[in-house]
């Protein structure tokens, strides 16, 4: 079973970036595809963006694609989420979330999860 630790939120400017890390504990985790999603107050869930088992794989939400990066170092069970260019729009909560090999879009889809973290862009 595979653990999931968020770090890198924060407070930032319009227009500045922050990297997201997830770790992973548990030793099958090149094994699993990985999402970031986030929650914003009053909203539900949404997908940020995907990576498949070897990173080979990716996908974005629209709102986020250009400024966003997802990316996974399966030698050090880490997952990155790389973010240039926020928005106020990208104030939320960022989960990492995990899947048995195969990527998905729905939140719903998704097994394991990790505690979040904030992310809020001031303008």
């Known amino acids: 079973q595979v653990q999931l630790v968020e770090s890198g939120g924060g407070l930032v400017q319009a227009g500045g970036s922050l990297r997201l890390s997830c770790a992973a504990s548990g030793r099958t985790f090149g094994l699993y595809a990985m999402g970031w999603f986030r929650q914003a107050p009053g909203k539900e869930r949404e997908f940020v963006a995907t990576i498949n088992w070897s990173g080979s794989s990716k996908n974005y939400a629209d709102s986020v694609k250009g400024r966003f990066t997802i990316s996974r170092d399966n030698a050090k069970n880490t997952l990155y989420l790389q973010m240039n260019s926020l928005k106020p729009e990208d104030t939320a909560v960022y989960y990492c979330?995990?899947?048995?090999?195969?990527?998905?879009?729905?939140?719903?889809?998704?097994?394991?999860w990790g505690q979040g973290t904030q992310v809020t862009v001031s303008s």
């Open positions: 979330a995990a899947r048995w090999m195969v990527t998905s879009h729905r939140p719903g889809e998704y097994d394991l």
